[in-house]
């Protein structure tokens, strides 16, 4: 069942989130845990920065809004992410 046009595009990013997410979930769980793979965990669970857009604050005088962006994956994410399109590419 493949889908097509804009409903396969936000079925893919939907896929992409949350398999960053579970990624990034189990990196953390793995740094809690104390589970030990050698030299292996502190590679998988090192975050590194892609960007960061510091906070931009927009005042209205009515309302204020703030607005800022950090993406910083570390390995487990970006593997769930390439999981999550491979399975994406097999429904």
Excluded: W
């Excluded at 990196?27 to 030990?36: A, C, H």
């Amino acid at each position: 069942m493949k889908a097509s046009g804009t409903r396969g595009v936000l079925i893919l990013i939907l896929f992409i989130l949350v398999g960053g997410i579970m990624g990034g979930m189990a990196g953390d769980l793995f740094t809690g845990s104390g589970v030990s793979l050698g030299n292996l965990m502190p590679l998988l669970t090192r975050q590194f920065e892609i960007f960061s857009i510091q906070n931009v604050d927009l005042n209205l005088y009515i309302m204020q809004i703030r607005f800022g962006l950090h993406f910083a994956p570390n390995l487990l994410s970006l593997i769930g992410i390439i999981c999550a399109c491979f399975i994406f590419r097999r429904i």
